[in-house]
């Protein structure tokens, strides 16, 4: 399985650059998150053929049928009855994937939802770290500039000190 096959590790990914779609600005599509899900499902937009199904012909007038006419028809009716019977069967159970695909569907989205709404948060905890961090830099230039002057301090006193020492020697 390579669901957590992503490699999480991005230091230094961005050097100080303002990453695309962090700006404020987006590229959702309007069209894309209300597009149907398959080029076949109804809707508003594709309402679909209202066909219907007729096995046998309308009747358009008072008839009287022969005994043949009649012993087919009254088969045709049995199959088309149990034929009945087992679409119904199958439409339900049509119907019930479609519900599950439906839920399955919907929790994606959630989890997608809790991926952004998680990812903003990270996000906006570096930027708030990188905010601290750059808080610091003073601090750490005025600690460094401490420790060249701690540093300079020293040279010159070991520098004076040689200078004592081979003043005599020469």
């Not at 209202?50 to 096995?55: D, K, L, V, W």
């Not at 009254?74 to 679409?87: C, N, P, V, W, Y």
């Not at 989205?109 to 948060?121: D, I, Q, S």
């Not at 600690?143 to 020492?165: F, Q, V, Y």
Request: glycine letters at 10%; hydrophobic letters at 35%.
């Amino acid at each position: 399985m390579k669901i957590l096959s992503h490699q999480s590790q991005n230091c230094g990914m961005w050097a100080g650059k303002l990453a695309t779609g962090n700006d404020g600005n987006h590229s959702i599509d309007k069209s894309k998150v209300l597009a149907a899900t398959d080029a076949g499902v109804i809707t508003p937009m594709n309402p679909g053929n209202f066909g219907s199904i007729r096995t046998a012909p309308v009747v358009p007038a008072p008839r009287y049928f022969e005994k043949e006419e009649a012993s087919r028809l009254k088969e045709l009716a049995k199959e088309k009855t149990q034929g009945a019977r087992h679409s119904k069967k199958a439409y339900k159970a049509l119907g019930a994937i479609e519900v599950a695909d439906a839920v399955v569907h919907k929790s994606h989205r959630k989890y997608e939802g809790v991926v952004a709404g998680e990812e903003l948060k990270k996000v906006r905890s570096n930027a708030g770290l990188a905010k601290k961090l750059h808080g610091l830099r003073p601090g750490y230039a005025k600690l460094g500039l401490g420790i060249d002057k701690a540093e300079n301090s020293a040279r010159e006193r070991i520098d004076a000190i040689k200078a004592k020492l081979t003043a005599g020697v020469n």
